[in-house]
């Protein structure tokens, strides 16, 4: 068995044929037919061999993806930690167009993969500091509010003139 194993590793490595979690048997075992070596290896340790090394290729890619939840999690965490780190500059009604030039530069910026995730984040964070502020934040100061209703006002007077 070991030495059929070995066999399969070595034509493997010649054709350049790596093992995918989507590789299907059919593929690995034309991949031996089509080799002279191969002919000796029995079709039960083909397939052992075959199920031996998906169960590694699972395996690496189940890893895989734990270190890389891992990594998404610490540039969450980073950009966040960053978010509090700007104080008041980050308010209940701040928006991201707001914020955004002030951390553009920085790494844990950087480090969060879209700018999708970057916006759902900082949401996120307006959110958690809207809730612990106790009361509803508008979206508009009421400086911004008065200027707006001036500025209705004079559309209005305008297009009645």
């Known amino acids: ?33 089509d080799n002279v070596k191969s002919a000796k290896i029995d079709s039960e340790n083909i397939k052992a061999c075959f199920d031996s090394l998906m169960t590694k290729v699972e395996a690496k890619e189940k890893s895989r993806s734990k ?4 990594m998404r999690k610490a540039a969450e965490s980073a950009f966040t930690l ?36 970057r916006v759902q984040l900082f949401e996120q964070y307006v959110q958690a500091l809207q809730e612990a502020c106790g009361h509803h934040h508008h979206g508009h100061s009421k400086k911004k509010r008065k200027k707006e209703k001036k500025g209705r006002k004079k559309a209005r007077l305008g297009s009645v003139a």
């Open 67 to 70: 270190d890389e939840r891992k």
């Open 1 to 33: 068995m070991e030495e059929d194993r070995r066999l399969i590793k070595d034509i493997m490595k010649d054709r350049g044929f790596k093992l995918s979690s989507k590789t299907e048997f059919s593929e690995f075992e034309q991949l031996l037919k």
């Open 82 to 117: 960053m978010l509090r780190s700007l104080g008041r500059s980050v308010l209940p009604d701040s928006t991201w167009d707001e914020v955004r030039p002030q951390i553009e530069d920085q790494s844990p910026f950087k480090q969060v993969g879209s700018e999708e995730e």
